[in-house]
T-cell receptor, first 110, second 112 residues
Framework: ELKVEQNPLFLSMQEGKNYTIYCNYS?????LYWYRQDPGKSLESLFV?????AVKQEGRLMASLDTKARLSTLHITAAVHDLSATYFC??????????FGTGTSLTVIP | ETGVTQTPRHLVMGMTNKKSLKCEQH?????MYWYKQSAKKPLELMFV???????ENNSVPSRFSPECPNSSHLFLHLHTLQPEDSALYLC???????????FGDGTRLSIL
């Protein structure tokens, strides 16, 4: 079974600061997803990374994928309060099954 | 409007009750999923349906029984649940297996 680990699990950061969330996975995959979940809400798709070296950016968030290292990062630039949420990575295995990380709960402090 | 609608949003039931969770998607997708989200644990995939056929059952206890009458509707029938089954149950859909998934807001289930 594919294992997906995220760290940190909890992140409290000040507005304007930069930080990176890490997602490691245990077996070969070349498709990785990042989701955002607000309290009481559904998961919202942020990025789909489809190949080694893929980089996607949307606003203050940038995601990258290194399939050789089995690592994806979600970088936050100049955080703002609206980014407070829980962020999940999900990895697709060769059987088209998704495996989710435990999530990173991000709180941005004014 | 997420395109994936789940009802009810909240459900409290006793261990001997029978209830059903409903999921409906308006996105024209062919695959639908049930996930369980418990505190401090990763989302757990429970069931996958593709073109109304069940393709995955991840060792889910038989007290959870899925039903997919068509590509737009998915049910999760519940009976004689245990307290550890209390969780948020999320439904998702996608164009096909491995495609980006769209999630509903979930049903918060509490077992007394």
């Amino acid at each position: 079974e594919l294992k997906v680990e995220q760290n940190p699990l909890f992140l409290s950061m000040q507005e304007g600061k930069n930080y990176t969330i890490y997602c490691n996975y245990s077996t070969t995959s070349d498709r990785l997803y990042w989701y955002r979940q607000d309290p009481g809400k559904s998961l919202e798709s942020l990025f789909v990374l489809l190949s080694n070296g893929a980089v996607k950016q949307e606003g203050r968030l940038m995601a990258s994928l290194d399939t050789k290292a089995r690592l994806s990062t979600l970088h936050i630039t100049a955080a703002v309060h609206d980014l407070s949420a829980t962020y999940f990575c999900a990895v697709l295995d060769t059987g088209n099954q998704f495996y989710f990380g435990t999530g990173t709960s991000l709180t941005v402090i004014p | 409007e997420t395109g994936v609608t789940q009802t009810p949003r909240h459900l409290v039931m006793g261990m001997t009750n029978k209830k059903s969770l409903k999921c409906e998607q308006h996105l024209g997708h062919n695959a639908m999923y049930w996930y369980k989200q418990s505190a401090k644990k990763p989302l757990e995939l429970m069931f996958v349906y593709n073109f109304k056929e069940q393709t995955e059952n991840n060792s889910v206890p038989s007290r959870f029984s899925p039903e997919c009458p068509n590509s737009s509707h998915l049910f999760l029938h519940l009976h004689t649940l245990q307290p550890e089954d209390s969780a948020l149950y999320l439904c998702a859909s996608s164009r096909g297996p491995g495609q980006p998934q769209h999630f509903g807001d979930g049903t918060r289930l509490s077992i007394l």
